[in-house]
T-cell receptor, first 113, second 116 residues
Framework: QKEVEQNSGPLSVPEGAIASLNCTYS??????FFWYRQYSGKSPELIMF????GDKEDGRFTAQLNKASQYVSLLIRDSQPSDSATYLC?????????????FGAGTRLAVHP | EAGVTQFPSHSVIEKGQTVTLRCDPI?????LYWYRRVMGKEIKFLLH????????ESGMPNNRFLAERTGGTYSTLKVQPAELEDSGVYFC??????????????FGSGTRLTVV
C-alpha cells in the first residue's frame, strides 16, 4: 500500500468551476500535509500546508484535513487555465527539527476555457 | 533571494559511467534534501543533510549513490556506476530549521538524468 495516494487524473474542469483534488494517507504519524503545484518540467511549488482538522483557506485555495479518515483535499475555486498542472500531496513526519515529506504520485488538473 | 539551484538541468550518460549532480540550497538553509522521481512514480526521499551531516539516508537505493555536503553549503550526489534504472528527475530541496514542523521545502528545478 502506498503511503500517500492520489488519483492520477487527469481531472478536467471548465474555467470558473471548483476543482477538487483528493489525497489519502496511511501513516498516522504524519502531522502536517502539504500541497505542491508542479508545472511540466518545473520544480514543485508549495501552495499550502495544513496540520489541524478542518479547513484552511488562502485566496482561491482551500485545504481540508480529516485525520480520522486520513484524508486531505485541496479545493481550487474559480479555476483558471493557468491552474493546469500536477498537484502533489505530501505528508510530513516531523522529527529533530525537520520534516520528512512523503509524496503522492500527483493528480494532473486540466482547466479548459 | 536566490532559490535552490541545481546543475546540470539535464544529463545523458551511458550505463556504467559516473555522473555528479550539484545542488546549491538557499543561503542560510541548514536542511538540504535529495529526492528522486522515476518515470510515472511518486517523488521519493533519498536523504537529508543538516549542515554537513547526513541526518537520514534511508532512501538511498544502494551504495552506487554517494552524497556529500561540503562545509554545509552546496551538496553533490554522485552515481557510480550508473544503471538504466537510475534514470529519472533528481530534485534537491532546502528548508530552514523549524521547531513547528509546519514548513515546507523550496525545491530546485531538478536534474533530469537519462542513462542509456
Amino acid at each position: 500500500q502506498k503511503e500517500v495516494e492520489q488519483n492520477s487524473g487527469p481531472l478536467s474542469v471548465p474555467e470558473g468551476a471548483i476543482a477538487s483534488l483528493n489525497c489519502t494517507y496511511s501513516d498516522r504519524g504524519s502531522q502536517s500535509f502539504f500541497w505542491y503545484r508542479q508545472y511540466s518540467g518545473k520544480s514543485p511549488e508549495l501552495i499550502m500546508f495544513i496540520y489541524s482538522n478542518g479547513d484552511k483557506e488562502d485566496g482561491r485555495f482551500t485545504a481540508q484535513l480529516n485525520k480520522a479518515s486520513q484524508y486531505v483535499s485541496l479545493l481550487i475555486r474559480d479555476s483558471q487555465p493557468s491552474d493546469s498542472a500536477t498537484y502533489l500531496c505530501a505528508g510530513g513526519a516531523f522529527s529533530g527539527g525537520y520534516n520528512k515529506l512523503i509524496f503522492g504520485a500527483g493528480t494532473r488538473l486540466a482547466v479548459h476555457p | 533571494e536566490a532559490g535552490v539551484t541545481q546543475f546540470p538541468s539535464h544529463s545523458v550518460i551511458e550505463k556504467g559511467q559516473t555522473v555528479t549532480l550539484r545542488c546549491d540550497p538557499i543561503s542560510g538553509h541548514d536542511n538540504l534534501y535529495w529526492y528522486r522521481r522515476v518515470m510515472g512514480k511518486e517523488i521519493k526521499f533519498l536523504l537529508h543533510f543538516v549542515k554537513e551531516s547526513k541526518q537520514d539516508e534511508s532512501g538511498m537505493p544502494n551504495n552506487r549513490f554517494l552524497a556529500e555536503r561540503t562545509g554545509g553549503t552546496y551538496s553533490t550526489l554522485k552515481v557510480q556506476p550508473a544503471e538504466l534504472e537510475d534514470s529519472g528527475v533528481y530534485f534537491c530541496a532546502s528548508s530552514q530549521e523549524t521547531v513547528s514542523g509546519y514548513d515546507g521545502y523550496t525545491f530546485g528545478s531538478g536534474t533530469r538524468l537519462t542513462v542509456v
